[in-house]
């Protein structure tokens, strides 16, 4: 079977850094992805890492490790609206389409 | 505003009932995607429509039959639904490359309707 591993919460404090895990074990890999979505809202696609090492976009990282089946998405200088859900994707060949986690709902707190 | 709409937006049904909800994406993509998203529960993928043809289907119930007329537009129609199948439904739409290595990852998501089942 596919799986994906990432906590269900996080909490953290609005100018702190936060780090979101995401370990998987699926049957082939082509590369991880991250959605936010806030609530009521759809998921909206913010990185994706095919090969092994960080992807840097804005505020946010993205960290891959092909042998270790392990990746993080960094938030930086955290906003009070980066409060939502964080979802890390793995899609296992060409031809199937994304497996999803189940998500890690982030608070960011004042 | 992803470039893909879903209507309804709501939608409350009985479970004799028989509804369609409609996706439709305006970025020229050739992929669409159904899935459902429940409360604490990961997104769960239920049709995969490529260049208009039905490549995946995850052992959905046959109380949902989707159906794609072109690439832009996607349905799921709906019926004799369970009290079960309340969730979140989304569609979603990429473009799938038809040479050389694909671009994964990127999927763009409508606002989903939310349907809940009497």
């Known amino acids: 079977g596919q799986s994906l591993e990432q906590p269900s919460e996080v909490t953290a404090v609005e100018g702190a850094i936060v780090q979101i895990n995401c370990t998987y074990q699926?049957?082939?890999?082509?590369?991880l992805s991250w959605y936010q979505q806030h609530d009521g809202g759809a998921p909206t696609f913010l990185s994706y890492?095919?090969?092994?090492g960080l992807e840097e976009t804005g505020r946010f990282s993205s960290f891959l490790s092909r042998s270790d089946s392990y990746g993080y998405l960094l938030l930086q200088e955290l906003q009070m609206k980066d409060s939502a859900s964080y979802f890390c994707a793995v899609r296992r060949s060409g031809n199937t389409p994304l497996v999803f986690g189940k998500g890690t709902r982030l608070s960011v707190i004042a | 505003e992803t470039g893909v709409t879903q209507t309804p937006r709501h939608l409350v049904m009985g479970m004799t009932n028989k509804k369609s909800l409609k996706c439709e994406q305006h970025?020229?993509?050739?992929?669409m995607y159904w899935y459902k998203q429940s409360a604490k529960k990961p997104l769960e993928l239920m049709f995969v429509y490529n260049f208009k043809e039905q490549t995946e289907n995850n052992s959905v119930p046959s109380r949902f039959s989707p159906e794609c007329p072109n690439s832009s537009h996607l349905f799921l129609h709906l019926h004799t639904l369970q009290p079960e199948d309340s969730a979140l439904y989304l569609c979603?739409?990429?473009?799938?490359?038809?040479?050389?290595?694909?671009?994964?990852?990127?999927?763009?998501f409508g606002p989903g309707t939310r349907l809940t089942v009497l």
């Open positions: 699926t049957s082939g890999f082509y590369g």
């Open positions: 970025l020229g993509h050739n992929a």
């Open positions: 890492n095919a090969l092994d």
């Open positions: 979603a739409s990429s473009q799938e490359r038809t040479s050389g290595r694909p671009k994964v990852g990127e999927q763009f």
